[in-house]
């Protein structure tokens, strides 16, 4: 099943086949809208860009990990783009990212607007040596998210030296809806237990999982729930938020279940993006966090086959 061949009501119908009603209705709460983002072509609305040149204002400076270099630029979202007045968030636990970054705090307030651009050390410095993940808090450092209002006088910047920017490639975006992994802090919390016993719940159960969209498909997303390549990015970045626990602590759990996807980008052929072995960079974010617009506290981690 592809996501364009996924709906709310394709998922609920399947639901209610294989699971029992109070089972079924609960899963179903879960369900998030996303947005899908792909090569735009032409006549497409543009909804940001991988590669390229970032636009960035004149007091604003290149990313850069302190003591290593300069980051690279990976991707920009044009918010203004991002149609979220198509997710229908009245009856889903949506990831509030519609609610908070891009609808205006006054509602007869101007459309929302601004770019959002990521930046990472992707190796081109110093061979691939330094590598960035949640193992390892300070190499947050090599993960940037920044935000640029509208209204600021931003202008192309090129890559510092030594950085060979990514091809531009433009993006278009649509509505999907996106479902909770098999071992997903949500999930969890919904049904009781913990990873390990929700293995053993009816969601879990091969004829239901089946039915879903694939969990090869990883493609470059924006909110919903984040499409793993591996474990639930969740409890990545939650071990990473407290200080590098152990996967046991009872803690992560529900710290896992606070972090809800910005944004991530796929291994992209036509942008010439490989992430190790045809993997994905997730940036993650806490609601309170997002609602703020402080996207300096989002958390970076990557997954690869």
């Not at 009816?202 to 390549?229: E, K, M, N, Q, T």
Request: charged share 25%.
């Amino acid at each position: 099943m592809n996501d364009r061949a996924v709906t709310r009501e394709s998922l609920t119908g399947l639901a209610r086949t294989h699971l029992p009603a109070d089972v079924a209705d609960t899963w179903t709460s879960l369900l998030r809208p996303g947005l899908r983002l792909t090569h735009a072509r032409d006549g497409d609305q543009v909804a940001g860009h991988l590669g390229g040149d970032p636009v960035l204002p004149a007091d604003v400076p290149w990313p850069v990990w302190e003591g290593r270099g300069p980051l690279t630029f990976i991707a920009a979202l044009e918010c203004s783009a991002l149609d979220y007045s198509a997710l229908d968030c009245s009856a889903l636990d949506c990831s509030a990212l519609d609610r908070s970054v891009l609808e205006p705090a006054d509602p007869g307030g101007p459309p929302p607007d601004g770019v959002l651009s990521f930046f990472y050390f992707d190796g081109q410095i110093d061979d691939g040596e330094e590598i960035v993940g949640p193992w390892d808090p300070a190499t947050q450092a090599g993960a940037r998210v920044l935000y640029v209002p509208a209204e600021a006088d931003a202008s192309p910047r090129e890559a510092p030296a030594g950085i060979e920017p990514y091809p531009r490639v433009p993006l278009r975006a649509h509505t999907v809806v996106t479902v909770p992994t098999p071992t997903h802090p949500v999930l969890v919390a919904a049904f009781g237990g913990d990873r390990e016993t929700i293995k053993d719940h009816p969601v879990s159960a091969r004829p239901f999982r089946r039915g879903l969209p694939s969990s090869g498909d990883i493609g470059h997303r924006v909110g919903g729930y984040a499409a793993p390549v591996q474990a639930d990015v969740e409890y990545e970045v939650a071990q990473l938020a407290l200080g590098g626990v152990d996967w046991r602590d009872p803690r992560l759990q529900e710290e896992a279940g606070r972090w809800l996807l910005l944004a991530q980008f796929d291994s992209d052929d036509r942008a010439n993006m490989m992430w190790g072995d045809a993997g994905a960079l997730y940036w993650l974010i806490r609601p309170e966090d997002l609602a703020a617009r402080r996207f300096d506290r989002a958390l970076f981690t990557w997954q690869c086959c």
